[in-house]
């Protein structure tokens, strides 16, 4: 499966971004999606996964009654609502996609074996 993430851009703090991962070569319906990112100098952090079978979500403390994630059927892609963005959501942000459902459970990138190409997020403060 290949991943394409994007909506990333600039936005001042306490703005919103909606970032998009569009699956290709295969649809979604029984994998687990994550949303990981990666600041400068510093190692990549979990910030939300979904199993898309039943759509169980788990979400980054960081994050949690700020960011939402939710998957289309239709457009077989899942999404990342981030509200109320802070300086330090910048980073770039990676979708990936494992076949273990159970995977969105985890927060380690290791349970992941597809990844997108990255979206840059800036927070201006």
């Known amino acids: 499966v290949q991943l394409q993430a994007s909506g990333g851009g600039l936005v001042q703090a306490g703005g919103s971004l909606r970032l998009s991962c569009a699956a290709s070569?295969?649809?979604?319906?029984?994998?687990?999606v994550g949303w990981f990112r990666q600041a400068p100098g510093k190692e990549r952090e979990f910030v939300a996964a979904?199993?898309?079978?039943?759509?169980?979500?788990n979400y980054a403390d960081s994050v949690k009654g700020r960011f939402t994630i939710s998957r289309d059927s239709a457009k077989n892609t899942v999404s990342l609502q981030m509200n109320s963005l802070k300086p330090e959501d910048t980073a770039v942000y990676y979708c990936?996609?494992?076949?273990?459902?159970?995977?969105?459970?985890?927060?380690?990138?290791?349970?992941?074996?597809?990844w997108g190409q990255g979206t840059q997020v800036t927070v201006s403060s």
């Open positions: 979904i199993r898309l079978s039943g759509r169980v979500t």
């Open positions: 070569g295969r649809t979604f319906s029984s994998y687990a």
């Open positions: 990936a996609a494992s076949r273990y459902q159970d995977s969105y459970f985890y927060t380690q990138s290791t349970r992941y074996a597809y």
